[in-house]
Nanobody, 119 residues
């Protein structure tokens, strides 16, 4: 089992930056791929950034590529999402999630943190 707690959300003006953090419980953090998802009302939860357990492979949704960076510190059991050049359309609830290396889907989720970008 992995428990995930996000932090760092808030209100920011368009063009600004925020860094989200996701702290994970457990001592096997490096064996989990990590992802950041976001969801807006009426829409499905979208995977926007993913990072392998060792931190050597990343992927991004086109909507955030070049602006967001996912990273992890396995010594601190924490994954980050650095968000730069924020736009109003980035407003959403952001969730971090974990996927065991043997799993095809993310099955551990944080509670979510609200990010609001004012235009």
């Amino acid at each position: 089992q992995v428990q995930l707690i996000e932090s760092g959300g808030g209100l920011v003006q368009a063009g600004g930056s925020l860094r989200l953090s996701c702290a994970a419980s457990g001592h096997t953090f490096s064996t989990y791929d990590m992802g950041w998802f976001r969801q807006t009302p009426g829409n499905v939860r979208e995977l926007i950034a993913a990072l392998s357990g060792r931190g050597d492979s990343t992927s991004y949704a086109d909507s955030v590529k070049g602006r967001f960076t996912i990273s992890r510190d396995n010594a601190k059991n924490t994954v980050y999402l650095q968000m730069n050049s924020l736009k109003a359309e980035d407003t959403a609830i952001y969730y971090c999630a974990a996927r065991a290396l043997t799993s095809a889907k993310y099955n551990f989720w944080g509670q979510g943190t609200q990010v609001t970008v004012s235009s």
